[in-house]
């Protein structure tokens, strides 16, 4: 049902959580301040960071969905959300990439359970984590490891004024280089995976004089090969290269 027809009500939101830390979610609620204005602009009927209550079923003009599926009644969880939703935006990179939490699936289930859960009683719940675009139709992905304030307010705004929404898609080191930062990889050969990370965070670890690790996420037209061709140039091992490249898109890279 199209909201933007003449009637007077805010746009319905939702904010929905699978596994991941909930970083995300806090971001939106509680950090950015800036974006009080626009958030008050929709009517959050569900939030549960936020509020204890909530209408669950929608239907919802935004569902913003932050986290990795990981259990069979996510995947049934979030086709259910997509049903009752206009638009669908992930939130963070473990929703769009797999994240933190699809750091398991290099190992089997039932192995990665008992090393977390120790001597507790092993359930087999879990499986082999996917993102959401596996399941359904994403669309839109609002990248960060928390997103920052720029593409969630693009992301809200693309709703209140019924348009696509402009994500940022180039790499930290334009942000980098914005900032005036001194190249961490030409200059001081640190393995930075700033040339293939999307961007958004304002090259906030370059900017301490830290190699960027990519918790934005791979862009989608990154140059991979090159970068690593660059890292073992500087001596770095196999693995080594392979742990940064898979630390937040675990997933992406094993397809
Ligand atoms: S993307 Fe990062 S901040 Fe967001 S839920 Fe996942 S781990 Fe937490
Ligand atoms: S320090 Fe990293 S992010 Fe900055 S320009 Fe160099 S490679 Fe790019
Ligand atoms: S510089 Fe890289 S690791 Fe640091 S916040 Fe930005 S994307 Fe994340």
């Not at 960071?49 to 929608?58: D, K, P, R, T, V």
């Not at 992905?141 to 809200?156: K, N, S, W, Y």
């Not at 091992?237 to 490249?245: K, T, Y």
């Amino acid at each position: 049902m199209p909201f933007f027809s003449g009637e007077k009500r805010k746009p319905r939101a939702g904010f929905f959580k699978f596994s991941c830390c909930t970083g995300c979610g806090f971001e939106l609620a509680y950090f950015q301040r800036s974006l009080e204005d626009t958030l008050k602009s929709f009517d959050f009927t569900f939030f549960r960071l936020a509020y204890s209550s909530g209408a669950l079923e929608g239907p919802f003009d935004l569902a913003l969905v932050e986290g990795t599926v990981t259990e069979p009644h996510q995947a049934v969880e979030l086709k259910r959300i997509r049903e009752n939703s206009a638009v669908l935006y992930a939130v963070g990179s473990c929703a769009i990439a797999g994240g933190i939490p699809a750091i398991k699936a290099g190992g089997r289930e039932l192995e990665i359970e008992k090393r977390v859960y120790q001597k507790k009683l092993y359930r087999l719940t879990s499986m082999r984590p996917s993102v959401l675009s596996d399941y359904v139709k994403v669309d839109g992905c609002v990248r960060g490891c928390p997103p920052g304030r720029r593409d969630l307010e693009e992301a809200l705004v693309s709703i209140l004024l019924h348009r696509r929404p402009e994500f940022i898609e180039y790499s930290v080191c334009v942000e980098c280089k914005l900032r005036g930062n001194i190249c961490l990889l030409v200059d001081e050969g640190l393995p930075c995976m700033g040339p293939v990370t999307n961007a958004g965070c304002g090259a906030l670890c370059p900017a301490c004089h830290r190699a960027c690790y990519s918790c934005f996420g791979l862009m989608s037209r990154a140059n991979i090969p090159a970068l690593k061709n660059k890292f073992r140039e500087l001596g770095l091992s196999g693995e080594e290269i392979e742990r940064r490249f898979t630390l937040f898109d675990a997933l992406r890279l094993k397809k």
